[in-house]
Structures are given as C-alpha cells and as structure tokens.
C-alpha cells in the first residue's frame, strides 16, 4: 500500500515541507512517483522515517543521521542502540527534572540549593561515573585491571568526549572515502589527536597509540565499540595508527 505525502505528514505529524527536505536531501526518497507528480511512500518509507525521527529525537543532526542510516543495515540493531541511547537520555532527563523540582521546592521555602546541587544532570560527575562503569568492570574481569577512582574533571571530560568523537567521525568518513590508511591526511589528523590527549596529561607517544589501537582490535569490548560505528573502523584506525608510527621513529 502506498500512502501519499500528504498522508505520511498526518499519520507522523511531520509537515510535507519537512518530508519535501528530506527528499531533497536524499534522506527519504518517495518508493516512486505517479504520473501526476505526486510522492508516494510504501512501508519501507514509513521504517526509514520513524528511524529519522527516533534520532532526531536524540538531536542528531541530519547530517549525522544520514550516515547511521548508511552504516546501519539491520533494522533490529538499530532499533536496540536507539532503544538504549533513548533509554540514557531519559534517565539524565529524569536527574535534570530532579534538579528542576528541588530548585523550585528550594525557591518557594526560601532555601535556594546549594551550588553543588544547581547542575546534577547536566554532564554531571554522575553521568561519566555511569559511562565509565561498564568499560571498568570489564576491564576488571577479563584482565583483573581495576582503574583507579579519581576526581572527574567534567568539562575537561566533555571536551576529550567531543574531540574523540569528531576524530572517529572524520577516520570513519575516510574510511567510507577510500582515503588509504598511510595518507598524508590521516597522518595529520592522527598527529592533531595525539597533541590533544598530550594537552589533556595522557603523554601518548606515536608508538602508544599504535599499540592501543592494536589492543582495540584484539579485545571484544573495544573491537565491538569501534565497528558498531563503521564496520572495518578498528582495522583501518590500526593500520593508519602505524603507518604514523612509521613517520615518527
């Protein structure tokens, strides 16, 4: 069955202007179009757009959410890693609309909170002892290697957050380029990321780097966590790893 555009914009509440954007950008294309010009969506369509609309949900852009439709083939698992990431947004939403009562609750008796209380929920310390806790424990029961509990700098951790993240969006984006793993632009962007963690106290020479990237590949957690983002991303970041390396004795 075929639905027409106008028909998709009142069962999703997604205004036809909107759905005419994402043709444009080749984000939802129309299974095909009649004689008379008109849109036409079969189920398919349908799928494609409740996923658009599950990560924008989640504030991807449409940029971004082009690429995980490309990268993402089974329908199953991304409805698991958008289930999850649902799942962590609404428990920090939870926290922050905890802060909001407690802030208004304080507001009305006359006792404001205190500054340590004024921004649980917000990138807390809270919310990066949660993310760490699953590397840690696994860390711990397939090496015995249990990381030390130290202070969290939270806005130092969101910006090596948002670095990371941007360095394996652009390793990722040349991978699906066929940029080669020994190219002068991989290597520059390989040194940019190095300085960074340099920057931020982690003294990761060249030769570390290759090293770690070597582990990712041998260790489940880590291989899993690199392909679930681009299937051969652990390969290619290993291989252009020591091809810098190379540069750099």
């Known amino acids: 069955m075929l639905f027409t555009v106008k028909e998709v914009s009142e069962m999703s509440k997604v205004t036809i202007k909107t759905l005419h954007h994402y043709h444009k950008l080749g984000?939802?294309?129309?299974?095909?179009?009649s004689e008379a010009g008109y849109r036409l969506y079969g189920a398919k369509e349908l799928e494609r757009l409740q996923a658009i609309l599950f990560y924008r949900e989640l504030d991807f852009t449409l940029e971004q959410v082009g690429e995980l439709l490309e990268r993402e083939q089974d329908r199953a698992g991304m409805l698991a890693e958008q289930e999850m990431l649902l799942e962590q947004r609404r428990q920090r939403m939870d926290r922050i609309m905890d802060t909001l009562r407690k802030t208004r609750a304080g507001l009305e008796q006359g006792k404001p909170l205190g500054q340590e209380d004024l921004f649980v929920g917000f990138g807390s310390e809270e919310d990066w002892c949660e993310a760490l806790r699953e590397q840690s424990e696994y860390l711990k029961q397939q090496y015995g290697v249990e990381?030390?509990?130290?202070?969290i700098d939270v806005p130092d951790m969101n910006e090596q957050a948002a670095e990371a993240a941007a360095f394996m969006k652009r390793m990722s984006a040349s991978l699906q380029g066929g940029v080669m793993h020994n190219d002068p632009r991989l290597q520059d962007m390989i040194r940019e990321h190095l300085a960074f963690m340099n920057d931020h106290g982690h003294q990761v020479s060249?030769?570390?780097?290759a090293g770690q990237t070597a582990f990712f590949?041998?260790?489940d957690f880590h291989l899993k966590m690199l392909e679930s983002q681009q299937t051969g991303l652990a390969y290619y970041l290993n291989a252009?790893?020591?091809?810098?390396?190379?540069t750099e004795e």
Do not use: S
């Open 240 to 246: 252009a790893a020591a091809a810098y390396a190379r």
């Open 217 to 219: 590949m041998q260790d």
């Open 27 to 33: 984000l939802l294309l129309p299974a095909e179009i």
């Open 206 to 209: 060249a030769a570390d780097f």
């Open 147 to 151: 990381l030390e509990a130290e202070p």
